[in-house]
């Protein structure tokens, strides 16, 4: 019995999902740029949660074992990654 031709990858959930990454990573950079950037950064992760609404996370330490979360935000951003609002609001630290 051959095997079935493999199924051919749907290019415009590709293309949402890139875009979707690409947004996040946008949202990201907005944040460290506001808030400025810590000495010892880990990660930012941005993670949309619905709409326009993201919780976004700054992680510091000097590997993976030693991380914790330095500032937590549930904020809203536009398609281009701009922050519009926040909770807690974002100010320059660093």
């Known amino acids: 019995m ?3 031709p493999p199924a051919k990858p749907d290019e415009e959930a590709v293309s949402k999902k890139k875009r979707a990454e690409q947004t996040a990573a946008a949202v990201s950079a907005s944040v460290i740029n ?3 950037c810590p000495a010892n950064l880990f990660r930012v992760s941005a993670v949309r949660l619905w709409g326009d ?3 976004v996370n700054v992680q510091i330490g000097s590997d993976p074992v030693s991380t914790r979360i330095a500032h937590s935000f549930f904020l809203t951003a536009d398609e281009k990654g701009n922050v519009t609002e926040s909770t807690p609001k974002i100010v320059r630290v660093y």
């Open 2 to 4: 051959p095997n079935p």
């Open 34 to 36: 506001i808030l400025g």
């Open 53 to 55: 609404y993201y919780r």
